[in-house]
Nanobody, 123 residues
């Protein structure tokens, strides 16, 4: 089992940038990928980005709605995956979750989840 802890969320203004972190512990050697999802009030959990953790350069996937503004990256030495969010918009307001065990766009493919970090963007 992989344990995940997100951090880096908070209150921001439109146009600001944030970097979210997802630190993994436990059986990290068996983890093939990590994804970021977000859930806004009253909405379903939505895929944001994912990254493969095997190989020299992890392949990445992004939701169309965040391409160009969000960047997912990894630091293998720290067992940490990052989500850089640029040019924040009020519609980015949500709880952001990281998940381990896959790099699918489907949240059901993941086996471990963090507790989430709140991102609130004011206009």
């Amino acid at each position: 089992q992989v344990q995940l802890v997100e951090s880096g969320g908070g209150l921001a203004q439109a146009g600001d940038s944030l970097r979210l972190s997802c630190a993994a512990s436990g059986r990290t050697a068996s983890n093939i990928g990590t994804g970021w999802f977000r859930q806004a009030p009253g909405k379903e959990r939505a895929f944001v980005a994912s990254i493969a953790l095997r190989g020299p350069t992890g392949s990445t996937n992004y939701a169309d709605s965040v391409k160009g503004r969000f960047t997912i990256s990894r630091d293998g030495a720290k067992n940490t995956v990052y989500l850089e969010i640029n040019n924040l918009r009020p519609e980015d307001t949500a709880v952001y979750y990281c998940a381990a065990g896959s790099y699918s766009r489907n949240w059901k493919a993941y086996s471990s989840w963090g507790q989430g970090t709140q991102v609130t963007v004011s206009s």
